[in-house]
């Protein structure tokens, strides 16, 4: 099964990511963790990526790509997996789906986790709050801002996008943690 979370940040991507991953027995991918690991082994990809991932700006859709290319190409990605943080723009999407039709793979599901915008920022505060203070460089006011209007500009008109391909499956992201998991599992049972 191939999938791809869509939704903002806080939206509660990561979270389901990691149940899909359990429940599914596919990784998680997620750019934005494999970008903070090369942040912190201070890769050529690492340098370039900090200063644009702190500010919440997005990383160059080559680097991206490029990253996303090499790891669906590893050994456990041939039954399937969970995109968590990519695409975010229109251009990653199409380079996604000419890397797919290359290897002749399809997408089961693109999961759009809707939630209202103000709770987004509660929520990133109480990550940062039972972390017990900032861990990731864009986990503060300003940047998640940033974060969030990128989100609306580039990032959102996928959801047209996914609609018109006809793999969209909107959610409720605001229920509980585990009445999303049910929900989401639910909707891939019908589709799947
Ligand atoms: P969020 O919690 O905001 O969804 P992520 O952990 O997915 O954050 O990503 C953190 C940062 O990593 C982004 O703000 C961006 O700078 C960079 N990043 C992650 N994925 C991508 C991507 N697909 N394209 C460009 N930049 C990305």
């Given amino acids: 099964m191939r999938l791809i979370l869509l939704g903002p940040p806080g939206a509660g991507k990561g979270t389901q990511a990691k149940r899909l991953m359990d429940a599914h027995g596919i990784p998680q991918l997620s750019t934005g963790d ?113 974060r969030l209007a990128v989100y609306r500009e580039q990032t959102a008109p996928l959801v047209d996008h996914y609609r018109s391909t006809g793999d969209l499956v909107v959610i409720d992201g605001m229920k509980s943690i585990d009445e999303v998991e049910a929900d989401i599992n639910e909707a891939l049972s019908v589709r799947t």
């Fill in 34 to 146: 494999m970008l903070r690991a090369a942040v912190k082994a201070e890769t050529e990809i690492g340098l370039k990526a900090k200063d644009i991932m702190a500010r919440g700006d997005l990383v160059p859709d080559a680097v991206v790509v490029g990253i996303v290319e090499e790891r669906v190409e590893q050994p456990d990605c041939k039954s399937g997996f969970i995109l968590d943080g990519f695409p975010r723009t229109v251009a990653q999407a199409e380079a996604l789906e000419t890397m797919l039709n290359a290897h002749g793979m399809g997408l089961d599901a693109v999961i759009q986790l809707e939630v209202d915008e103000g709770a987004l920022a509660a929520r990133v505060e109480q990550r940062v709050a039972e972390s017990g203070g900032a861990v990731r460089d864009d986990d503060n006011v300003e940047a998640l801002k940033k």
